[in-house]
Protein backbone atom coordinates (compact mmCIF):
# COMPACT_ATOMS: atom_id res chain seq x y z
CA UNK A 1 0.00 0.00 0.00
CA UNK A 2 1.52 3.49 -0.96
CA UNK A 3 2.03 5.99 2.17
CA UNK A 4 0.36 8.26 -0.05
CA UNK A 5 -3.35 9.17 0.01
CA UNK A 6 -5.79 8.10 -3.15
CA UNK A 7 -6.91 11.85 -2.96
CA UNK A 8 -3.66 13.05 -3.72
CA UNK A 9 -3.25 10.06 -6.12
CA UNK A 10 -6.13 11.29 -8.27
CA UNK A 11 -4.92 15.54 -8.14
CA UNK A 12 -1.52 13.95 -9.19
CA UNK A 13 -2.89 12.35 -12.48
CA UNK A 14 -4.93 14.92 -13.22
CA UNK A 15 -1.51 17.60 -13.84
CA UNK A 16 0.34 17.20 -16.43
CA UNK A 17 3.81 18.46 -17.78
CA UNK A 18 5.95 20.63 -15.23
CA UNK A 19 2.81 21.15 -12.82
CA UNK A 20 2.90 17.33 -12.58
CA UNK A 21 6.41 17.54 -12.00
CA UNK A 22 5.98 19.68 -9.10
CA UNK A 23 3.38 18.50 -7.11
CA UNK A 24 5.17 14.86 -7.33
CA UNK A 25 8.52 16.54 -5.77
CA UNK A 26 6.34 17.92 -3.17
CA UNK A 27 4.48 14.26 -2.50
CA UNK A 28 7.64 12.28 -2.44
CA UNK A 29 8.43 15.29 0.31
CA UNK A 30 5.69 15.51 2.19
CA UNK A 31 4.92 11.67 2.67
CA UNK A 32 8.99 10.39 2.51
CA UNK A 33 8.88 8.46 -0.14
CA UNK A 34 10.33 8.32 -3.86
CA UNK A 35 9.12 9.50 -7.14
CA UNK A 36 9.19 5.42 -8.17
CA UNK A 37 7.00 4.59 -5.32
CA UNK A 38 4.40 7.44 -6.41
CA UNK A 39 4.19 6.30 -10.43
CA UNK A 40 3.58 2.65 -9.37
CA UNK A 41 0.64 4.22 -7.29
CA UNK A 42 -0.71 5.65 -9.55
CA UNK A 43 -0.14 3.05 -12.13
CA UNK A 44 -2.41 0.81 -9.58
CA UNK A 45 -4.99 3.33 -9.23
CA UNK A 46 -5.26 3.58 -13.69
CA UNK A 47 -5.67 -0.13 -13.52
CA UNK A 48 -8.10 -0.40 -11.40
CA UNK A 49 -11.15 -1.35 -13.51
CA UNK A 50 -13.38 0.96 -11.49
CA UNK A 51 -12.73 4.65 -11.63
CA UNK A 52 -11.80 6.31 -8.43
CA UNK A 53 -14.55 8.42 -6.99
CA UNK A 54 -13.15 12.18 -7.20
CA UNK A 55 -12.92 13.12 -3.27
CA UNK A 56 -13.01 16.79 -4.72
CA UNK A 57 -15.24 16.65 -7.34
CA UNK A 58 -18.42 17.52 -4.03
CA UNK A 59 -16.62 20.26 -3.06
CA UNK A 60 -16.43 22.71 -5.65
CA UNK A 61 -20.34 21.79 -6.89
CA UNK A 62 -22.41 23.98 -5.06
CA UNK A 63 -25.77 24.29 -7.40
CA UNK A 64 -27.24 21.50 -4.99
CA UNK A 65 -26.33 23.35 -1.47
CA UNK A 66 -28.44 25.79 0.15
CA UNK A 67 -26.30 28.83 0.78
CA UNK A 68 -26.98 29.83 4.78
CA UNK A 69 -28.62 33.18 4.98
CA UNK A 70 -29.18 33.29 1.47
CA UNK A 71 -33.28 33.82 0.66
CA UNK A 72 -33.47 32.63 -2.97
CA UNK A 73 -36.71 33.84 -3.52
CA UNK A 74 -35.68 37.18 -3.61
CA UNK A 75 -35.94 39.33 -6.94
CA UNK A 76 -32.46 40.13 -8.54
CA UNK A 77 -33.46 43.97 -8.13
CA UNK A 78 -33.87 43.52 -4.12
CA UNK A 79 -29.87 43.16 -2.39
CA UNK A 80 -30.37 40.70 0.50
CA UNK A 81 -29.12 43.02 2.60
CA UNK A 82 -26.47 42.10 5.59
CA UNK A 83 -24.69 43.56 8.73
CA UNK A 84 -21.53 45.25 6.97
CA UNK A 85 -20.12 45.87 10.81
CA UNK A 86 -19.47 41.91 11.28
CA UNK A 87 -17.24 42.20 8.52
CA UNK A 88 -13.16 42.83 7.89
CA UNK A 89 -11.76 43.84 4.11
CA UNK A 90 -9.46 42.17 3.19
CA UNK A 91 -5.81 44.39 3.50
CA UNK A 92 -4.86 46.52 0.44
CA UNK A 93 -2.55 49.53 1.39
CA UNK A 94 -3.18 51.43 -2.02
CA UNK A 95 -5.00 54.59 -1.97
CA UNK A 96 -7.72 53.31 -4.49
CA UNK A 97 -8.47 50.42 -2.16
CA UNK A 98 -8.70 53.45 0.58
CA UNK A 99 -11.41 54.84 -1.41
CA UNK A 100 -13.02 51.58 -2.00
CA UNK A 101 -13.36 51.28 1.38
CA UNK A 102 -14.08 54.89 2.18
CA UNK A 103 -17.30 54.34 0.10
CA UNK A 104 -18.86 51.09 1.28
CA UNK A 105 -22.19 52.03 2.80
CA UNK A 106 -23.73 48.66 2.91
CA UNK A 107 -22.93 44.62 2.96
CA UNK A 108 -24.77 42.30 0.50
CA UNK A 109 -25.39 38.52 -0.29
CA UNK A 110 -24.18 37.41 -3.32
CA UNK A 111 -27.21 35.90 -5.22
CA UNK A 112 -25.14 33.47 -6.73
CA UNK A 113 -22.96 32.23 -4.25
CA UNK A 114 -23.70 34.03 -0.78
CA UNK A 115 -20.72 35.78 -0.22
CA UNK A 116 -20.57 38.82 1.43
CA UNK A 117 -20.03 42.55 -0.77
CA UNK A 118 -19.65 45.64 0.50
CA UNK A 119 -21.17 48.18 -2.14
CA UNK A 120 -21.95 51.80 -2.01
CA UNK A 121 -25.33 52.79 -1.33
CA UNK A 122 -25.97 54.58 -5.25
CA UNK A 123 -28.74 52.95 -7.26
CA UNK A 124 -29.34 51.74 -10.19
CA UNK A 125 -25.59 49.85 -8.97
CA UNK A 126 -24.71 46.92 -11.23
CA UNK A 127 -22.49 44.16 -9.25
CA UNK A 128 -20.21 41.23 -10.43
CA UNK A 129 -18.85 39.22 -7.35
CA UNK A 130 -15.37 38.22 -7.45
CA UNK A 131 -16.28 34.86 -6.01
CA UNK A 132 -18.45 33.30 -8.52
CA UNK A 133 -18.48 36.34 -11.31
CA UNK A 134 -22.50 35.96 -10.85
CA UNK A 135 -23.67 39.56 -12.42
CA UNK A 136 -26.96 41.67 -10.86
CA UNK A 137 -27.90 45.50 -11.30
CA UNK A 138 -29.78 46.36 -7.72
CA UNK A 139 -32.28 49.31 -8.34
CA UNK A 140 -33.53 49.22 -4.76
Known amino acids: MSPVPQAELVALKALSGYDQMLEM ?10 EATVQAAMAALSSTS ?22 SAAPPSTPNMVDKSQFRFEYDPTREAAARRDSVNQAILCSGCGVALGIPDVRPIKVTCPSCLF ?5 H
Do not use: F, M, N
Open 135 to 139: ETTYT
Open 50 to 71: APAPDPLADAWDTSHKEVPGLQ
Open 25 to 34: DRICRVYGTD
